[in-house]
């Protein structure tokens, strides 16, 4: 309720590294993180494998659900981020420290590579060859009839979209969730619920919007991105700082809006 | 609580051309509707290359939703409007000032154009060519046997369309979040789903109710036509002025009706 | 709270004749009819135009949420009836007086021909006579090999199932929003929801049913049938009583049953 | 709300062998147990009877709704386990005895025997060979060219598919539940159905995943793999020992994370 008076070290928070707490919640970090790597993936595999005509409604629909459970499940733990994007946008909207942040991105990170190990543990090779295996891809070699080509989208392209789709993400839904008056009309699970589903909308839109072989859509989220490039490596590493580089612009413009827009809310009655 | 006296000076509301808290709002309005013009965009042309056998149906769905998340998202800083119809009806009905409503209304211009172009941005120009985009059009040049063919829906009829469709968006939805009473005892989430959802059934209903190839449902929303019109050109401007005149004749009939029915709810019990 | 003595005036109500709020609130009940009949026979249209497996699915889901919307857009202003049905039934148990349900009916009856001539203006003719466009037919003239035959319903089914229809409609949901005790447990948005997932439910049954080409289904609503007779006439005059008598047979039998129940609630806990 | 001095008398609980309430409330569990076996197994045969080309979307659609409901109906008897994973994990955060956990696990794995000795009762023995009937298996005995071949997963792999299965089950559902102050924020009523979901999405997620026939899925109830186990026998025993260390080893690492996550919940507004 009452209003701390923002310093620079409350904004560096450097004694939160010592806090027990502060590690303790980034372990639900790294096991949400690590989770939703490993149900992600095996989602669009069995939603490829299911004999439907709409894989990607299939995929898009068992995307928001498994996301909002799993804010739901580390909300109250540690705020419920699993992302580093969400961690970052905290910081520049100064809900959290950037130590917090910090550790709060590298457990994520950790979470990605340990649901990458886990899918690795379950799934034949010869599946994932056949998956792309929720990696976050621009391109992939394909046999053409002159040798190998690759197709995929251009870096620019694949950048634009990465900005617009977070930025549409921090704008549409993680905004309720930062904004204590909205969080509070509207109730913890109706934000979640929002959340899960932007992101299933975007998936949705995203692979299918550039009709574009190789693209396996907008990443959204860059830990989930490395897990799989750290521990299979190879393709995955092309233009992987797209998925980092366009998160981080579209935080930055999303910082700004929440400086930008008046903080009494609207009120017409 | 209390009423104001209303004036013509509240009515115009000049003095808030220098309130900077309406500039603000307005940069809610102007990313809104550039979210809405994206994302409609985006989901039409997903829907189109899903191969299912209803993507008329899928897109309607999820149209609902996105407004309903966006009108959620913007409604506590600007009022939720994204879109020059409900800034207009909300002149007509008293609910913000003329000043106000003329700074909305540009700022979801100026949005409209910046959805266009980011859409622009990560389309390739083929695809762009293959959908008509979100763009609102009354008919299309198709190659015929005997030369290129006009095939599209009537001035008039279309008219007529956007007139009756404006007209049961605003009976059926608007008003309830216009009448502050209405608006407490459902809620705000509830408000938000239910303009979305008759916005969803309207486009289902105006995309295939004229069975005429070339007209891409009814606008329900001059600023989303506005932005691919002045980014595109082109057959987008044959009968623009629809998009625009249509619409306004439904918010005076709503102004209008509005007025007419009894200032007192009705009670049975 | 306070309990009026039923007197014989009460129950004529004459004096709201010059009762402007009576005549304010009949033209909510008028736009509402016009936008049912309108939103009613686009739905029909629509979903046999999309090429879905189960079009009777799709158009009874969509009955459902456009009468649940449009019940809750009527309701504070004159109580949400749009349908004699309701009206009638609203005299027999005492909630509103015959003098003004005598009002609404006829803005009802009105309201249906004003949806009737908005659906002619911006659907085409071609259209108009492939579907019978929401109009309550009992049987159709179709081409035999031996000259044109009649198929359809027999009279006596029809009345049958429209004394059926109708009273499962007033005994399942209307009773809810008629009965104080319950309408303030459920609420009002759960009560309009009811209704409209009842009717939606008998659209569904009733067009299935009975199997027989030429029978449009339990018409359920006489104002909605009157307005499409009246603007094209011909064979829609055929047996229309039907759809005036059954459910006024309903509405009797409703009315005593609600008589006949224990006036307190039934509790077991 | 006072909390008691955790002894190890109270996590033993050898009093409660005496109580009648413990033994009643098993009553609950060995019937819900019965109840679920039925209906999963039933769910299957119908799901693959049905002529649908998704019969693993529809299974785990029914799945999660039935397992949602026999929650609700036992949840306020006995906690509403139904599966031997819920008791064990209860103990290891302390929330039951020993003592009930171990009755409560009886009741469960003859709750199984009666659920597979049910299904025996309505089902033909034709159905019983075509379908493996819910039970749990690793590989099956197929005809081959060259005589018969065991086809299946490596005992290895089901392990950590069962092992990561169980622990994101724990983790993303019955955690909330677990946990009093989750419980109370989100209602019994949002925890059963997201508990229901997250089985149902698992169920689709691990039958589709390995692309290997023979495998049935994970087990993730191992009273339900107990049942059909000792009734039918046979290559149901085949690595039956997977579905209960798996489970267990999830439930080991459950515990330490309950106790490594900060007792207080996170609070940025």
């Known amino acids: 309720k009452q209003q701390h008076p923002i310093t620079l070290k409350t904004i560096l928070g450097f004694e939160e590294i010592c806090s027990v ?13 690590a989770a939703l790597v490993f149900a992600l993936d095996t989602i669009v595999i069995s939603s490829i494998q299911t004999e439907t005509k709409t894989p990607n409604l299939v995929m898009s629909t068992l995307v928001a659900i498994i996301i909002t459970i799993l804010l739901l499940a580390t909300f109250p733990i540690s705020g419920g981020h699993i992302n580093p994007i ?3 946008s905290a910081v520049l909207t100064g809900l959290i420290s950037i130590t917090r942040a910090v550790i709060y991105i590298l457990a994520q990170c950790v979470g990605g590579i340990v649901g990458a190990l886990a899918l690795k543990a379950v799934v034949s090779s010869r599946i994932e060859q056949t998956f792309s295996l929720g990696g976050c891809t621009l391109n992939v070699v394909a046999p053409g009839p002159d040798g190998p080509v690759v197709i995929g989208l251009e870096t620019g392209q694949a950048l634009w979209l990465e900005i617009i789709c977070s930025f549409i993400f921090l704008f549409a839904s993680v905004w309720m969730a930062f904004d204590g008056r909205q969080a509070k009309a509207l109730g913890r699970v109706t934000i979640c619920i929002i959340i899960g589903i932007v992101l299933g909308l975007l998936v949705f839109v995203s692979t299918t919007v550039t009709a574009q072989k190789g693209y396996a859509g907008a990443g959204l989220n860059p830990a989930r991105c490395l897990g799989p490039a750290l521990i299979r490596g190879g393709h995955l590493w092309d233009g992987h ?3 980092w580089v366009g998160p981080a612009i579209a935080c930055v413009a999303f910082g700004l809006y929440t400086k930008v827009i008046p903080s009494q809310h609207f009120h017409s009655y």
């Open 241 to 243: 700082w797209v998925f």
């Open 86 to 88: 969400v961690s970052f």
């Open 21 to 33: 707490d502060v590690w303790r919640a980034s372990v639900a970090e790294l096991l949400g993180t």
